[in-house]
């Protein structure tokens, strides 16, 4: 390919890394890339600032591509997204209007390792202790809860709820699992056993926590009805996607006391508002989105992307999620 280069942008960048986590010296002098921190949660804005870029490259779910987006996108000839499945891009649309979508795999390990950082961070109170230290609070103010003979459900038993529950059995806990299909066999391999429904998985868990893909059977599949079944006691875990969980419920059911807490990774609209209840309830541990952000995995989906960047040059792309 000769003469004016095809433009790249990255999209979401929040911490100016991605560029910085590949060659991308692989895929010039055809193609020149840029990265842009800043959220842009607009057709209009992200039209703006994007111009006539060939391709984006879109970090997981930070920015949605729709019909509307794509509209304003008149170059746009191929994204990438960081992983899989992208519940944010619309596929048919981008397909209807020849934009090649495909995916850059990585790994599940960073998001069980988050998992557990929430779940070992709110029994033991880590926030408020580590907070107290550093502002010269007082000595030893909460009493935290161990883990040992608790039970753990884990929702969803693919890659990640499987690296949940080895972890907790190492943690001397009872992993139960349950997702549709789930054999007693299959969750055995794994150190788990298998809750024959959704319901006996709440009844029994002191923690719940939630490995699921948002689509059509997930969305809002932890509502009124089922935190009303947990223990109430019992944390809920979201490392997946904010909107497998119903918004509305969850903060009524905090805001009463009926279960004991929440630690959250993931939320209906992202980034957080600033203004929203779950920032400062005092049962609630809330990260921002950061379960699948460290250096390894970036570091792996950016050596995808460039590929299949590459690959698409070529005429031949890899991991094509539409078409």
């Known amino acids: 390919m000769t003469g004016t280069p095809l433009k790249?942008?990255?999209?979401?960048?929040?911490?100016?890394?991605?560029?910085?986590?590949?060659?991308?010296?692989?895929?010039?002098?055809?193609?020149?890339?840029?990265?842009?921190?800043?959220?842009?949660?607009?057709?209009?804005a992200l039209a703006k600032a994007v111009g006539d870029a060939t391709i984006l490259i879109a970090i997981r779910e930070r920015t949605p591509?729709?019909?509307e987006h794509f509209?304003?996108?008149?170059?746009?000839?191929?994204?990438?997204?960081?992983?899989?499945?992208?519940?944010?891009?619309?596929?048919?649309a981008a397909s209807e209007r020849g934009i090649v979508v495909c995916g850059a795999d990585g790994a599940g390990e960073p998001t069980v390792e988050?998992?557990?950082?929430?779940?070992?961070?709110?029994?033991?109170?880590?926030?408020?202790?580590?907070?107290?230290?550093?502002?010269?609070?007082?000595?030893q103010q909460t009493i935290?809860?161990?883990?040992?003979?608790?039970?753990?459900?884990?929702?969803?038993?693919?890659r990640v709820g499987q690296g949940a529950a080895r972890v907790a059995?190492?943690?001397?806990?009872?992993?139960?699992?349950?997702?549709?299909?789930?054999?007693?066999?299959?969750?055995?391999?794994?150190?788990?056993?298998?809750?024959?429904?959704?319901?006996?998985?709440?009844?029994?868990?002191?923690?719940?926590?939630?490995?699921?893909?948002l689509n059509a059977s997930t969305r809002h599949m932890i509502g009124e009805r089922q935190l009303g079944r947990m223990k109430p006691g019992a944390l809920l875990v979201n490392t997946?996607?904010?909107?497998?969980?119903?918004?509305?419920?969850?903060?009524?059911?905090?805001a009463a006391k009926r279960i004991g807490g929440a630690a959250l990774d993931v939320f209906d609209i992202e980034p957080l508002p600033l203004?929203?209840?779950?920032?400062?309830?005092?049962?609630?541990?809330?990260?921002p989105h950061i379960g699948y952000v460290t250096r390894e995995n970036y570091e792996s989906n950016i050596a995808d992307a460039i590929e299949g960047i590459a690959c698409w040059l070529s005429g031949m792309p890899v991991r094509r999620l539409n078409g």
């Not at 509209?71 to 048919?92: E, H, M, Q």
Request: hydrophobic residues 45%.
């Open 8 to 44: 790249a942008v990255i999209l979401d960048d929040y911490q100016g890394a991605a560029l910085a986590a590949g060659d991308w010296s692989r895929i010039a002098p055809q193609v020149e890339v840029t990265a842009l921190q800043e959220h842009l949660p607009s057709p209009e």
């Open 65 to 67: 591509l729709r019909a």
């Open 71 to 92: 509209d304003r996108l008149p170059a746009l000839k191929l994204v990438i997204t960081f992983g899989l499945a992208n519940a944010s891009i619309d596929l048919a």
């Open 114 to 139: 988050m998992t557990w950082a929430l779940i070992l961070a709110f029994f033991r109170n880590i926030p408020q202790e580590a907070a107290a230290m550093r502002h010269g609070g007082r000595w």
């Open 144 to 158: 935290g809860t161990g883990l040992q003979g608790k039970t753990i459900g884990l929702v969803g038993f693919g």
């Open 169 to 213: 059995a190492a943690f001397g806990m009872k992993p139960l699992a349950y997702t549709p299909n789930l054999t007693a066999e299959r969750a055995a391999k794994a150190g788990a056993e298998c809750a024959p429904d959704l319901d006996t998985l709440l009844d029994r868990s002191d923690i719940v926590s939630l490995h699921v893909r």
């Open 240 to 254: 997946s996607r904010g909107p497998v969980v119903d918004e509305k419920a969850l903060l009524d059911a905090l």
């Open 275 to 287: 203004d929203h209840p779950f920032r400062t309830m005092d049962n609630v541990l809330t990260t």
